[in-house]
């Protein structure tokens, strides 16, 4: 990891723009061709943000938690990490955006057909979920190569993805949305982007479900 | 001809040599690994070491003249404490930007103070051969620690001030940071009780102090995060009763 330059870093850094871009403008398709250049661009934002916001906080993990790395080999495993989930976004992108033109489009009174909404929300979400476990499977290694011990490895990973939970969360929180509602104008950031958070929201529906 | 498949990733380069990083437990004596000894110049080598050789810290604590180190120590909890302040006081802006990290590292400082006689007596009745300054490095150390982990979580708290408006979520967001910045600070006060021969018992004791003391000054130097006419609040207040007042205004 001391050998990586720039080159590699800038080839990285590309590598999310473009994948995580793809599979943006896809997800955003369904609602409108402007939704699709809004979340190609807030997508790879918001894993560029989080590896940078959560750097130093991972950086001082990392050694705390028994794998000895400094705060640019973390942000580099975090950043490599990433970068194997934005190659399968990237991968995955036409099948996404296949299934997705095969579906109703996501507009104000348009035919909605429950199932094909059900299935493109269910795919995005299995896609979303593989290449994060894929690329975290990744970086177990790697944590486990460089600090020799499995259970350190694990505390660090363990570490990481719940800064990168939170500050994750909250980002994608406050650049929504991504589909977009077919009931609301496309627009990049929503007029209350600032209000709230995600855990609240979160919070705060939970609570609804219960007292019901 | 070259016989390296051309799927398989590279090999990783070999890997250095680090026994325990991070963790300042081991049962070697302090200065037995030549990395312990190792001078320690300045705050942003002492926040090196205690992130990636606590050993290193207190062996130079236990070394003639440690004078230097602690004030490495103190001046990164004050200078850190004094950060992340003014991430808190963002959340209401202001007065806060300058109040809140006033009291921060105020706060800090004389929750330490307060509880340096007790560590130190609790590390006598446990047998542990300890010098009131270096019981006073190991508190330095914790503060440090806690604070350098408090800064690393400071853009989290930043996002997370500039989108809610909700006293509560930001009192409980900060608490949570704290605690764990409290946990290694622990874990590292803990390891050096051990290597001055002492029994964790009294220590253990000795945190529920902490805490308690810390928590009450949060409460006794409020409002840290929201805001009020004075500086200081007029009216004394237990913390758990502070919390549970504005959980029901949530």
């Not at chain 1, 991968?91 to 909605?112: D, R």
């Not at chain 1, 990973?157 to 719940?162: E, V």
């Not at chain 2, 236990?62 to 004050?78: T, Y």
């Amino acid at each position: 990891m001391e050998r990586v330059g720039l080159q590699s870093w800038l080839f990285y850094v590309f590598v999310i723009i473009y994948g995580a871009g793809l599979f943006g403008a896809s997800l955003g398709s369904w609602r409108a061709p402007a939704q699709a250049l809004y979340t190609a661009i807030k997508l790879p934002l918001i894993i560029l943000l989080t590896s940078l916001g959560n750097g130093l906080l991972n950086a001082t993990l990392a050694p705390l938690l028994g794998v000895n790395l400094s705060l640019r080999q973390s942000l580099l495993a975090v950043l490599m990490s990433f970068t194997i989930a934005a190659v399968i976004l990237g991968g995955f992108s036409p099948i996404l955006y296949f299934l997705i033109w095969n579906t109703p489009l996501l507009e104000a009174g348009a035919t909605t057909n429950a199932f094909s909404h059900s299935l493109v929300l269910l795919c995005e979400t299995g896609m979303i979920a593989f290449a994060g476990i894929a690329a975290n499977v990744r970086l177990l290694q790697l944590l486990g190569e460089l600090s020799g011990s499995a259970s350190s490895a694990r505390k660090v990973l363990f570490g990481w993805l719940a800064g990168n939970l939170l500050l994750g969360g909250q980002l994608a929180w406050m650049l929504r949305p991504f589909v977009g509602s077919p009931y609301l104008a496309v627009e990049f950031l929503r007029p209350n982007a600032m209000e709230g958070n995600f855990f609240e929201a979160v919070f705060n529906h939970a609570a609804k479900l219960f007292s019901k | 001809m070259n016989d390296a498949n051309p799927n398989q990733p590279p090999e990783l380069p070999p890997l250095k040599s680090s026994a325990t990083p991070g963790s300042p437990g081991g049962s070697r004596p302090l200065g037995e690994d030549p990395r312990d000894r190792e001078a320690i110049s300045g705050p942003l080598t002492a926040v090196e070491a205690m992130l990636r050789n606590p050993r290193r810290i207190l062996y130079h604590l236990r070394q003639p003249g440690p004078g230097h180190v602690l004030f490495a120590l103190l001046l990164i909890a004050v200078l850190c404490s004094l950060v992340y302040g003014v991430v808190v006081g963002t959340f209401s802006g202001n007065t806060k930007l300058w109040a809140t990290p006033v009291k921060m590292a105020v706060g800090l400082v004389i929750s330490a103070l307060i509880c340096l006689p007790s560590l130190y007596i609790f590390s006598c009745l446990s047998g542990a051969q300890a010098r009131l300054s270096e019981v006073f490095g190991m508190i330095a150390g914790m503060l440090a620690l806690m604070t350098v982990l408090l800064v690393g979580f400071a853009p989290v708290a930043w996002v997370f001030s500039q989108s809610t408006e909700s006293l509560a979520a930001m009192g409980a967001l900060h608490l949570a940071f704290w605690l764990v910045a409290t946990y290694f600070g622990i874990r590292f006060l803990s390891a050096g009780f051990v290597h001055f021969s002492g029994n964790p018992t009294g220590l253990r004791v000795w945190v529920v102090l902490f805490l308690l003391v810390m928590l009450q000054m949060s409460t006794a130097l409020r409002p840290i995060i929201g805001t009020a006419d004075t500086f200081l609040p007029k009216e004394k207040k237990f913390f758990l009763k502070h919390w549970f007042e504005h959980l029901d205004k949530a």
